[in-house]
């Protein structure tokens, strides 16, 4: 224990002394912190030009439906189907809409009336929500209208949807709590892998090597400090969160940053094994990229697992933050108690298990 505390000490020392890392591992949380949840991942408002070949009051009371969805923003009216074309392509808008001459015709025969839709497919998610909306509002006025001619009062089959924690689809009740996960993984692991590549490139690595102090209290001792500056970065964000981006907790705070230490304990493992192998403080960089682009690609953060090839799958259960990820939005987001998350929590303890063993076998191999 004694050697431990010394180590502790002097880590904590070279820490707070490194004023710039000090101040880019606070900044860098705050910094991703409001960019990424002042991010509104909802398609809204998007560019849409028309041509209106009918120009009459149907026409009119279609386009006026679309924009009642708040999807559609009618920028720009053409004359002809080419203009309407090229105004996407020259990405003036990314929607266009064409009405037939004979749209109103058509209705008052009861006939089929039809109307074109354009999307530009170059930007996938708002080609979706597009492609969804549009049907949307052709289905609503078909609707309408079958009830008009039928006579009913009401539709035979209402589907009546409610959205569970987070009713308004807001992009920061889902970006944010998981976003703590990836914002832990670039300190925990990026920080603590310049523990010994430091000492190494300062020329100070031999003479610990040498000290009675054990693999194991060394380890602990440099780790201990980035856990507690690991905390104060997961507690900064937890305030954000909820102070400024308003995003409730309807979980356990405790348990939370219980199973963090979990996390944080793997991470920080991982920062090990890369000093221990790295030369230079750029090669750990080079090295830690290849545990932070796969965190943030394959967590699930980004893209559901579910949409992964199944070789993807696979690999994605042995990262630290897909299990950390599903914690956080489950406490956070759900509400959700430990024994809801019970087999995120045992995959947790197993990989840090894992890493931490080969984080004392490394350090080991390292010294000797």
Same mark, same amino acid.
């Given at each position: 224990?004694?050697?431990i505390?010394?180590?502790?000490?002097k880590?904590?020392?070279?820490?707070?002394?490194?004023?710039a890392?000090?101040?880019?591992?606070l900044?860098?949380p705050v910094?991703?912190?409001?960019?990424?949840?002042?991010?509104?991942t909802?398609?809204?408002?998007?560019?849409?030009?028309? @041509?209106?070949?009918?120009?009459?009051?149907?026409?009119?009371?279609l386009l006026?439906?679309?924009?009642?969805?708040s999807f559609?923003?009618?920028v720009?009216?053409v004359?002809?189907r080419?203009a309407?074309?090229e105004?996407?392509?020259?990405? $003036?808008a990314?929607v266009?809409?064409e009405?037939p001459?004979d749209?109103?015709?058509?209705?008052?025969?009861?006939?089929?009336?039809?109307f074109? @839709?354009?999307?530009?497919?170059?930007?996938?998610?708002?080609?979706?929500?597009?492609?969804?909306?549009?049907? $949307?509002?052709?289905?609503?006025?078909?609707?309408?209208?079958l009830?008009?001619r039928? $006579?009913?009062k009401s539709l035979?089959?209402?589907?009546?949807p409610?959205?569970?924690?987070?009713?308004?689809?807001?992009?920061a009740?889902?970006?944010?709590?998981?976003?703590?996960?990836?914002?832990?993984?670039?300190?925990?692991t990026?920080?603590?892998?310049?523990a010994?590549?430091?000492?190494?490139?300062r020329?100070t690595?031999?003479?610990?090597?040498?000290t009675?102090?054990?693999p194991t209290?060394?380890?602990?001792?440099k780790l201990?400090?980035y856990?507690g500056l690991?905390?104060?970065?997961?507690?900064l964000?937890l305030?954000?969160?909820?102070v400024?981006?308003?995003?409730?907790?309807?979980g356990?705070i405790l348990?939370?940053?219980?199973?963090?230490?979990?996390?944080?304990?793997?991470?920080?493992?991982?920062?090990?094994v890369?000093?221990?192998?790295?030369?230079t403080?750029?090669?750990?960089?080079?090295?830690?990229?290849?545990?932070?682009l796969?965190s943030?690609?394959?967590s699930?953060?980004?893209?559901?697992?579910s949409?992964?090839p199944?070789?993807?799958?696979?690999?994605?259960q042995?990262?630290?933050?897909?299990h950390?990820?599903?914690i956080?939005r489950?406490?956070?987001?759900r509400?959700?108690?430990?024994?809801?998350?019970?087999p995120?929590?045992?995959?947790l303890?197993?990989?840090?298990l894992?890493?931490?063993?080969?984080?004392v076998?490394?350090?080991?191999?390292?010294?000797?």
């Amino acid at each position: 224990m004694r050697s431990i505390v010394a180590v502790f000490r002097k880590e904590t020392l070279h820490m707070f002394r490194d004023g710039a890392t000090l101040r880019l591992a606070l900044f860098i949380p705050v910094f991703q912190l409001v960019l990424f949840g002042s991010i509104d991942t909802n398609v809204r408002h998007v560019p849409t030009v028309v @041509v209106d070949f009918d120009r009459s009051q149907a026409s009119r009371d279609l386009l006026d439906r679309f924009e009642a969805t708040s999807f559609f923003r009618i920028v720009r009216y053409v004359d002809s189907r080419d203009a309407l074309r090229e105004e996407i392509v020259a990405g $003036g808008a990314s929607v266009g809409i064409e009405v037939p001459p004979d749209y109103e015709e058509r209705r008052l025969r009861g006939q089929t009336a039809q109307f074109s @839709v354009l999307i530009d497919g170059s930007e996938s998610s708002i080609a979706s929500q597009s492609l969804g909306a549009a049907d $949307g509002v052709a289905l609503s006025q078909s609707l309408r209208e079958l009830t008009s001619r039928l $006579g009913l009062k009401s539709l035979p089959v209402e589907a009546r949807p409610r959205m569970l924690f987070n009713p308004d689809s807001r992009s920061a009740n889902l970006l944010i709590p998981g976003l703590i996960a990836i914002l832990l993984t670039f300190s925990g692991t990026l920080l603590s892998a310049f523990a010994v590549v430091r000492e190494r490139e300062r020329g100070t690595l031999e003479q610990l090597m040498v000290t009675p102090v054990s693999p194991t209290a060394m380890m602990i001792g440099k780790l201990a400090p980035y856990l507690g500056l690991a905390f104060v970065q997961l507690a900064l964000v937890l305030v954000l969160m909820n102070v400024v981006f308003q995003v409730p907790v309807n979980g356990s705070i405790l348990l939370l940053a219980g199973l963090s230490v979990l996390y944080l304990t793997a991470l920080l493992s991982i920062g090990l094994v890369i000093s221990a192998k790295a030369r230079t403080q750029m090669e750990a960089i080079q090295m830690a990229q290849m545990v932070l682009l796969p965190s943030i690609l394959l967590s699930g953060y980004i893209f559901p697992l579910s949409s992964l090839p199944d070789v993807l799958q696979v690999f994605a259960q042995v990262l630290p933050a897909t299990h950390f990820i599903a914690i956080s939005r489950g406490i956070i987001i759900r509400g959700a108690d430990f024994p809801d998350l019970w087999p995120h929590v045992a995959a947790l303890a197993a990989i840090s298990l894992v890493l931490v063993s080969t984080g004392v076998w490394v350090f080991r191999k390292t010294r000797y």
